[in-house]
């Protein structure tokens, strides 16, 4: 009994963190982005003026990206998904969408915790800065054609991420580009 005891008062309950060197993360969400188009098509807009088609529309997406730890707070990974958006009001073209690209993120409130006590929840808890940059295409509808384009985007947000267990949790990202808000769950691999 006495053993037992000394056992149990002199283990290291330091828990493992929510980011971690050997970390492989799939996140799953629905937001909102906005990517560069080029599109060399000209159409008529309400002055009768002939106006060339380049915008940064902002498109709903759903979101799938997988993050691998290569450092004990930095992660690499891939970005893509599905999204788009209707015509609506004066808007000249509606679209459909598929991005892909490359993440980098360092985490650093695992760095926090592992120079500070402070940082409360570290098993749980991950926040992390993120930049992004990819490409893709869009199919874009115009009143009288269809046009696919190639589409282009890179930015920079924050992240932040809770987990329920060990392998389940929640996410939430925002920024410029890839991201302006994206909100979803996130599963431990």
Do not use: C
Request: charged residues 15%.
């Amino acid at each position: 009994m006495m053993l037992v005891s000394t056992m149990l008062f002199s283990a290291d309950y330091a828990s493992a963190q929510a980011w971690q060197r050997n970390s492989k993360v799939i996140s799953v969400g629905f937001g909102a982005s906005q990517f560069f188009h080029f599109d060399n098509y000209y159409y008529k807009n309400s002055n009768n003026a002939r106006v060339r088609n380049w915008y940064w529309p902002i498109t709903g997406q759903l979101n799938v990206q997988g993050e691998f730890g290569v450092h004990k707070y930095l992660g690499l990974g891939f970005t893509t998904g599905v999204g788009g958006r209707g015509r609506y009001g004066n808007s000249n073209t509606g679209e459909f969408n598929i991005p892909i690209g490359v993440i980098f993120n360092f985490h650093f409130y695992q760095l926090i915790a592992d120079k500070k006590s402070k940082a409360k929840h570290a098993d749980k808890l991950d926040m992390y800065f993120g930049a992004s940059a990819g490409s893709g295409i869009a199919i874009a509808y115009y009143k009288d054609l269809r046009r696919a384009r190639p589409i282009g985007f890179g930015g920079v947000y924050y992240g932040i991420r809770y987990y329920f267990n060990d392998k389940i949790g929640i996410n939430g990202e925002f920024g410029w580009g890839k991201s302006l808000a994206n909100i979803g769950m996130v599963f431990k691999l």
